[in-house]
């Protein structure tokens, strides 16, 4: 499976930007995909998941701010980010599970198999 992240961008505090995240290669129906992100000098951490039955998991702090989907006809996945903030400033990673993982699993950085290779999101004061 590989992974095409793209949609980062430079944005001032308040705005909004769109990731996309293509899968190709061998998918199978039911996968899931979840965004991380890793801020300089930090752990990455979890932001966002779209589960192979289409449940969505957020990060406390994004609910409300940010919307993961998917459509399955382009294999892919988008993350709607809005009211950023400049603690959203990170390097922004898509990966994919394909054993179809519930609950918790969902936010583990070892439950996925598949990454992509990132893209930056700078959040501007």
């Known amino acids: 499976v590989q992974l095409q992240a793209s949609g980062g961008g430079l944005v001032q505090v308040g705005g909004a930007l769109r990731l996309s995240c293509a899968a190709s290669g061998r998918t199978y129906p039911y996968y899931s995909i979840a965004w991380f992100r890793q801020a300089p000098g930090k752990e990455r951490e979890f932001v966002a998941a779209?589960?192979?039955?289409?449940?969505?998991t957020y990060a406390d702090s994004v609910k409300g701010r940010f919307t993961i989907s998917r459509d399955n006809a382009k294999s892919t996945v988008y993350l709607q980010m809005t009211s950023l903030k400049p603690e959203d400033t990170a390097v922004y990673y898509c990966?994919?599970?394909?054993?179809?993982?519930?609950?918790?699993?969902?936010?583990?950085?070892?439950?996925?198999?598949?990454w992509g290779q990132g893209t930056l999101v700078t959040v501007s004061s």
């Open positions: 779209n589960s192979w039955d289409s449940v969505a």
């Open positions: 990966a994919a599970d394909l054993g179809r993982s519930r609950g918790d699993r969902l936010t583990w950085r070892r439950t996925y198999e598949y």
